[in-house]
């Protein structure tokens, strides 16, 4: 108010100093009129003033002063906010993850595997085959809940059938700075490297004749709990388990395993591994424990497998196997061995097998050992195709034995192989392997001691 009084007293003494200035001596009616003229500006301010102080009182004032409530403009949509708070998408790693603001997420998985097979120079002919085979075709999900939960659901088509891989649910928390994951559901063993290893990140074709070998009846998947802790260089695990999901017909087996590993000395250049595991199963009072049918370089050829031999009166099994090896630089090592007893009636049967593989990325990539849990994952490509890159080429070997002779029926084999991986991308990868073969199996069409090779091409997308 006193503002305003004070720029219409400035207008008025313009005004007369104007009129001043114009004439020294106004006449009586000209200053009647500047002072009607300042009059009427004071009145206009005074009622802008007045306007000005009712918008900025609150609807309580206006009441207590009488005067009408202001009419607030209607707020604008807060547009940026809303969409903010919205799920958004991630993808990095080349499918969309969803994640939503209260901590919910879900990622599709998606693997597809097509192999080329030949195999030549058996003894038998009808082992002499060239075939072709969708190795796997894998479609899931997995994601997060809030509380610190998390899923993972994975089905799989292969061999014209259809069954269910990873399904569980786990609980996740620190524990003294370390991770620690607890989950009840069916998911893979961990049992050694390639054996707790997912298929399409093992740089074989397929794993090892030791890995099918020391375990347990059940084979690589079982439904029950599971815990592990996991460090930087070192995790633990320990698992109660029944039999894959089933039909429910028969009772259960159970098994009892652990596993640890620990990963020493690591610098920017490499790091050491050791580790071991070990499992008690105990089995169901079954006529007898079916004869198994390993792998032996491809499972595109049906008739190229090595015989364990079936046991009368099973009790129980137990098993053993130690891993060594490391990584330095580009290239990596590792030995794995262990035995499993089948514990029957009459008496204990022993199953022996080992392995020993090495490899070497020539394009310059860090072997993907993680030293957090002793298991393989995806190479990190350096320079993906596309205009200036052409992938990552790895070269690897490996030579592995399974011995079931103990048993009247078991056979024993072995292998030697030698391939080349090739990744485009880090989800994608090309390889081409050759193995040197030699089994003698007690049992079956294909008895005796045979040998020969075996070449495969595979084509693999992974997500």
């Not at 050694?192 to 030791?210: C, H, N, W, Y």
């Not at 514990?343 to 490899?359: K, L, N, P, V």
């Not at 001691?449 to 075996?454: A, C, K, P, V």
């Amino acid at each position: 108010m006193i503002t305003s009084r004070a720029l219409v007293a400035g207008v008025g003494l313009a005004a007369l100093a104007t009129s001043a200035f114009a004439q020294t001596a106004p006449s009586a009616d000209e200053i009647a009129i500047l002072r009607a003229q300042v009059q009427a500006l004071s009145a206009r301010l005074e009622q802008l003033e007045a306007q000005s102080q009712t918008q900025t009182q609150t609807p309580a004032q206006a009441a207590a002063a009488g005067t009408p409530a202001p009419v607030a403009a209607p707020a604008p949509r807060p547009v940026a906010q809303a969409a903010t708070a919205t799920t958004s998408v991630d993808w990095a790693t080349g499918l969309p993850e969803l994640r939503s603001p209260d901590g919910f997420t879900f990622k599709p998985r998606i693997r597809v595997t097509a192999d080329l097979s030949n195999t030549f120079g058996s003894d038998f002919d009808s082992r002499n085959l060239t075939t072709t085979e969708l190795r796997g075709l894998r479609l899931g999900a997995q994601g997060k809940t809030p509380g610190g939960f998390s899923y993972w659901i994975e089905g799989d088509i292969a061999d014209n059938s259809v069954s269910v891989a990873n399904a569980f649910m786990s609980y996740n928390r620190k524990l003294g700075g370390r991770d620690l994951e607890v989950s009840a559901g069916q998911r893979l063993n961990d049992r050694g490297v390639e054996g707790g290893t997912a298929e399409d990140m093992v740089p074989f074709l397929e794993r090892s004749l030791m890995v099918s070998t020391v375990g347990p009846e059940r084979g690589a998947y079982g439904v029950g709990l599971s815990s592990k802790l996991t460090g930087s260089v070192w995790h633990a695990s320990l698992s109660l388990t029944g039999d894959a999901i089933s039909g429910g017909t028969t009772n259960d087996s159970v098994t009892l395993m652990a596993r640890t590993h620990w990963s020493p000395f690591k610098t920017d250049a490499g790091f050491l591994h050791i580790g071991g595991w070990g499992f008690v199963e105990d089995l169901t009072p079954n006529a007898s424990v079916a004869s198994r049918s390993l792998v032996v370089s491809s499972r595109g050829n049906d008739n190229l497998r090595l015989a364990g031999g079936a046991y009368v009166d099973p009790k129980g099994s137990k098993g053993l196997g130690l891993e060594l090896g490391g990584v330095h630089r580009s290239g990596w090592l590792m030995a794995e061995g262990g035995k499993r007893v089948v514990e029957t009636a009459a008496r204990d049967y022993d199953q022996d097998a080992y392995s020993i593989s090495a490899g070497f990325f020539i394009t310059g990539e860090k072997p993907p050992l993680s030293t957090r849990t002793g298991t393989w994952s995806r190479p990190k490509v350096l320079n993906p195709l596309g205009t200036d890159g052409y992938g990552a080429v790895e070269v690897v070997g490996r030579y592995d034995t399974a011995d079931y002779s103990d048993s009247p029926t078991g056979g024993e084999g072995d292998t030697w192989l030698l391939g080349v991986n090739w990744y485009p991308t880090n989800n994608t990868r090309v390889s081409a392997h050759w193995s040197a073969w030699s089994v003698d199996n007690r049992t079956g069409t294909f008895a005796g001691d045979d040998s020969g090779n075996t070449a495969t091409v595979r084509v693999q997308t992974a997500f």
